[in-house]
C-alpha cells in the first residue's frame, strides 16, 4: 500500500470527525480554555458612560491656555459622579474611570495643572478638546458579537465575556479520548520489570498532549497482544462513550501487530494506515462507529511526534474550532547540512538558536523513534519534506518549535 503523505492523512482524518461535542453551559470560572458552542453578544454596552482615561481635572477646551485659572467646583470619582455641571472657567477633579460631568469635554491631566488639590488650579499645559475621554461604547455596544463560536477562551476571550455581562457561557463538552496501551511486553512505572520487559511510557504522554488540547483522556491501561484482551478494551472505550480511541503499539507489521485486526473485528472502518513521515509511518485511523481510531505506534517518539501532528487537530474538530491547526511549522534555517531524503517526509529533533537569519533548526545526530531522551532535549523539529534534495547550512526549512 502507498504511504499517505500527511496533509491527506490529517484531512481525511479531521473529515472523518462525525460532529462536534455537545454543548454545555458552564459558569464562567471554569471556562477558561474552553471551546465556544456559540456566539457571544454583548449584554450591555462598555464604557456604558464616557469616562476618563486619567487621573485630573474635566475641564473645558476652550479654557485651556496656559496660565487661566480655573474654580474646582466638585469632584468626579469611579463608582461616585459629580451631579451637576460645569460652565466656563470652571474644573472636576476627576479620577480614572470617572463619569465626565456634563458640561466637560477634555481631560487636563494633574501633572499639567498648578494648585493640585487647592480650589483654583492654574493651566499648566494645554490639551486638544476630546483629550483621554473614552466616549461611551468605546468598547463595544450591546448587540455587538464580541466572540464567535468556536473561540478558544483564552484570557482576554474570558475577560471580555465577563465584562459584556455573561455570568456563564455554552460551550463545548471536552472530548473524551481513551487511550489504550498495547505489547506484552510492557509493565506500568513502579512495577516489576521482568526479563525481556520495558516499562509503558505513551499512555503518559499521549494524556498530556491530549489534556492541554481540551480534552479529557481515560486510560485503558496495557492491552496484551491477544485477541480477547484486545477486543474487551476497546468495548471498555466504546461503552465510556470516548469520542476517540487512541492505540499505541501494534500498528506495524510484525506476526503480534494485532490491533488493526482487532479493531477492524470490533467494527472499524479502516481510513488510511501508513503515512509517509518519518517517525510514525504505521499509524492508522477509522471509525468504529461514532468513535474516532488512531492507531500510533509503539515507538515512543513516533507516538508522540505524531499526538502533535495528528491528535491535537482532531481534538480540535471535536471542540468545533473552525480551523483545526493543521499545520503548526514555521520558517527557519538548518544549523546543518543534509543528505538528501527518501519518500517519508523527516521529523527531525533538534536543538534550536534565534539567530539574525531566524530560528535555527540543528537536527541532532541520532534519530532513533525509540530515544526519549533526545526528544526530550529537542527543542524544535526540523522537517525535511519527502525526496528533498541535498540542502546545506543556512538553507531555509520549517520547523516546528516543541516549548
Ligand atoms: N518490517 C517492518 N518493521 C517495522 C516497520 C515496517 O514498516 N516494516 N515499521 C517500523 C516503524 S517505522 C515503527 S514506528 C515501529 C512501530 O511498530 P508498532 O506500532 O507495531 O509498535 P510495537 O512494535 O508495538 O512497539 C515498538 C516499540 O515501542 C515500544 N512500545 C510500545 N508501546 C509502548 C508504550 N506504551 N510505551 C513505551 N514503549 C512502547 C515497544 O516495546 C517497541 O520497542 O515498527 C517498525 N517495524
Ligand atoms: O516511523 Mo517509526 O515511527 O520511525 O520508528
Redesign the pocket.
Known amino acids: 500500500m502507498a504511504l499517505t503523505p500527511v496533509p491527506v492523512a490529517l484531512e481525511a482524518l479531521l473529515d472523518s470527525v462525525p460532529r462536534p461535542t455537545a454543548a454545555e453551559t458552564l459558569p464562567l470560572a471554569q471556562c477558561a480554555w474552553r471551546v465556544l458552542a456559540a456566539d457571544v453578544t454583548a449584554l450591555r454596552t462598555q464604557p456604558p458612560f464616557a469616562n476618563s482615561a486619567m487621573d485630573g481635572y474635566a475641564v473645558r477646551a476652550e479654557n485651556l491656555a496656559p496660565g487661566t485659572a480655573l474654580r474646582v467646583i466638585g469632584e468626579s470619582a469611579a463608582g461616585r459622579s459629580f451631579a451637576g455641571s460645569l460652565h466656563p472657567g470652571e474644573a472636576v477633579r476627576i479620577f480614572t474611570g470617572a463619569p465626565i460631568p456634563e458640561g466637560a469635554d477634555t481631560i487636563l491631566i494633574q501633572e499639567n495643572a498648578d494648585g493640585v488639590g487647592s480650589d483654583t488650579i492654574h493651566v499648566r499645559e494645554s490639551a486638544p478638546k476630546g483629550k483621554f475621554i473614552r466616549a461611551a461604547g468605546l468598547d463595544f455596544t450591546t448587540g455587538d458579537v464580541l466572540l464567535k463560536t468556536g473561540r478558544r477562551l483564552d484570557s482576554a476571550a474570558l475577560g471580555l465575556a465577563a465584562a459584556a455581562g455573561h455570568p456563564a457561557l455554552p460551550v463545548r463538552a471536552k472530548p473524551l479520548v481513551a487511550i489504550l496501551?498495547?505489547?506484552d511486553?510492557?509493565v506500568s512505572p513502579g512495577e516489576t520489570v521482568g526479563p525481556d520487559q520495558?516499562?509503558?511510557?505513551?499512555?503518559f504522554s499521549l494524556a498530556a498532549i491530549v489534556e492541554q488540547a481540551g480534552a479529557t483522556a481515560l486510560d485503558l491501561g496495557i492491552a496484551r497482544d491477544n485477541y480477547p484482551d484486545l477486543a474487551a478494551r476497546i468495548e471498555r472505550a466504546r461503552s465510556a462513550g470516548a469520542d476517540v480511541l487512541i492505540t499505541?503499539?501494534?500498528?506495524?507489521?510484525?506476526a503480534h501487530?494485532l490491533v488493526q485486526e482487532a479493531l477492524t473485528r470490533a467494527g472499524m472502518a479502516l481510513g488510511f494506515w501508513k503515512i509517509a513521515m518519518?517517525?510514525?509511518?504505521?499509524m492508522m485511523t477509522g471509525r468504529l462507529g461514532e468513535m474516532v481510531a488512531v492507531g500510533l505506534?509503539?515507538?515512543?517518539v513516533?507516538s508522540i511526534v505524531c499526538g502533535h501532528l495528528f491528535v491535537v487537530p482532531l481534538i480540535e474538530a471535536l471542540l468545533g474550532m473552525p480551523e483545526p491547526e493543521r499545520d503548526r511549522s514555521e520558517p527557519g534555517i538548518l544549523g546543518r547540512d543534509m543528505p538528501a531524503n527518501d519518500e517519508r517526509e523527516d521529523y527531525l529533533r533538534s536543538g534550536l538558536v534565534l539567530t539574525e537569519a531566524g530560528w535555527e533548526a540543528t537536527p541532532f545526530d541520532r534519530q532513533d523513534?525509540?530515544m526519549l531522551g533526545l526528544l526530550s532535549q529537542a527543542q524544535a523539529l526540523a522537517i525535511r519534506p519527502a525526496f528533498a534534495q541535498p540542502a546545506r547550512k543556512g538553507d531555509p526549512c520549517r520547523i516546528i518549535r516543541l516549548r
Not at 520495558?198 to 499512555?203: C, L, R
Open positions: 496501551a498495547t505489547g511486553e510492557l520495558i516499562v509503558a511510557s505513551n499512555s499505541l503499539g501494534g500498528a506495524s507489521v510484525g501487530d518519518r517517525p510514525g509511518k504505521p505506534p509503539g515507538n515512543p513516533s523513534s525509540s
